[in-house]
T-cell receptor, first 118, second 111 residues
């Protein structure tokens, strides 16, 4: 099956620093990856759609200069939280679209990254 | 449905009973729906899906019902087990392969 990994699984950083989170598709090539944010006891909110070789598409209200997304290869997308502040503390989850096959279920989720900003 | 960012509702059931988790979605044009299970500190795990040309689909111990008239989706879990304790989300697939997640329901199974 399609496997998606994230690194790191958790990170603690100081306010004002930048943090990079990686999302990898391990056994397939993903032309499209998605980044979600989830606050405690809340649902997943889509932040942006990452397309290989082109600029990411951000959802309304998500600052593209704060959440930098780079989809440099077909198996790797990165999310960089720049100048992180405590309110950026959240669970960040990526998913990757596996276009193989004819199933409608094409998105496979990573295990998430817990970001805590002190 | 749209996530509204509120505290998640909780459903408590006794082990062995059946569970029914409900979800209202917002976009009548959505043609594909998925139920996910999310355990604490983990990413969503696919449970079952249904296309809009169906009103019922069954899996192993789970059934999804779709009522397009009232834009309502439900997940039924038979003989609920302690391992089913988690947060359950419905999601609808929108334009551009985007998924919009519902608010979620916490399922607690009492032994």
């Amino acid at each position: 099956g399609a496997v998606v990994s994230q690194h790191p699984s958790w990170v603690i950083c100081k306010s004002g620093t930048s943090v990079k989170i990686e999302c990898r598709s391990l056994d397939f090539q993903a032309t499209t990856m998605f980044w979600y944010r989830q606050f405690p006891k809340q649902s997943l909110m889509l932040m942006a759609t990452s397309n290989e070789g082109s600029k990411a598409t951000y959802e309304q209200g998500v600052e593209k200069d704060k959440f930098l997304i780079n989809h440099a290869s077909l198996t790797l997308s990165t999310l960089t939280v720049t100048s992180a502040h405590p309110e950026d503390s959240s669970f960040y989850i990526c998913s990757a679209r596996d276009p193989r096959g004819d199933s409608y279920n094409e998105q496979f989720f990573g295990p998430g990254t817990r970001l805590t900003v002190l | 449905g749209e996530s509204v960012g509120l505290h998640l509702p909780t459903l408590s059931v006794q082990e062995g009973d059946n569970s029914i988790i409900n979800c209202a979605y917002s976009n009548s044009a959505s043609d594909y729906f998925i139920w996910y299970k999310q355990e604490s500190g983990k990413g969503p795990q696919f449970i079952i899906d249904i296309r809009s040309n169906m009103d019922k689909r069954q899996g192993q111990r789970v059934t999804v019902l779709l009522n397009k008239t009232v834009k309502h989706l439900s997940l039924q879990i038979a003989a609920t087990q302690p391992g089913d304790s988690a947060v359950y989300f419905c999601a609808e697939k929108e334009y551009g392969n985007k998924l919009v997640f519902g608010a979620g329901t916490i399922l607690r199974v009492k032994s």
